[in-house]
């Protein structure tokens, strides 16, 4: 990760290493300080010439609450983005959908963030 726009945002390169094969992605977030907003891009190296629809949201009492509405699969789903247990050294990001408007929520991603020494 690497910060951008004199602090107002960072950018990130991924290696993703899945059952079905690794590949590269890249998170691209901006920050608004007149809304106090957060604007999150995902670009998937299997895609390149696509970049997702922004999640926006923001942190409230150490927690970062991101949402959009999205389709997967051929059905609408809303998507959330949750950041916790954010410290100096880690963090934990979840990714879930929900088919209802955000009634009720399947997690279907986790992953625990290390810093590295």
């Known amino acids: ?5 004199g602090g107002l945002g960072n950018v990130d390169d991924n290696a993703i290493e899945l059952p079905g094969g690794a590949y590269r992605a890249a998170t691209l ?3 608004d300080p007149a809304t106090r907003q957060w604007s999150i891009w995902w670009i998937d190296g299997r895609n390149p010439a696509t970049i997702d629809i922004p999640m926006r949201g923001a942190f409230e009492a150490g927690v970062g609450t991101f949402l959009c509405e999205d389709v997967f699969d051929g059905r609408d789903i809303q998507v959330r983005f949750l950041w916790s247990r954010i410290t100096e050294k880690s963090a934990r990001w979840e990714q879930a959908f929900s088919p209802d408007g955000g ?3 399947e997690t279907n991603w986790i992953m625990d963030f290390a810093r590295q020494v």
Not at 1 to 5: A, E, F, K, T, V
């Open 103 to 105: 009634k009720t929520w």
């Open 1 to 5: 990760m690497r910060p951008i726009l």
């Open 29 to 31: 977030r901006t920050f």
